[in-house]
């Protein structure tokens, strides 16, 4: 599988927690939050616009760095 790599604006616990909401309600992710670099790596078989969109539902600026 495919490890995705999103840059998101998250400054706090509560950032994270949004973050892992929507990936947890999109489902068939694994992923980790690298909260101090602002970073989220995710293994998914969803499209990075999948992805993408649905980290976007945080609210949060995303931007989209690459597979890793």
């Known amino acids: 599988m495919p490890k995705h790599e999103f840059s ?21 992710v694994q992923f980790d939050i690298d909260l101090p670099n602002k970073k989220v790596r995710i293994d998914s078989e969803h499209s990075v616009e999948t992805l993408l969109e649905t980290l976007k539902k945080t609210g949060k600026a995303t931007t989209y760095l690459g597979t890793k």
Do not use: I, Q
């Open 8 to 28: 998101v604006d998250m400054t706090c616990e509560g950032c994270s927690n949004a973050v892992t909401r929507v990936l947890n309600k999109l489902g068939g």
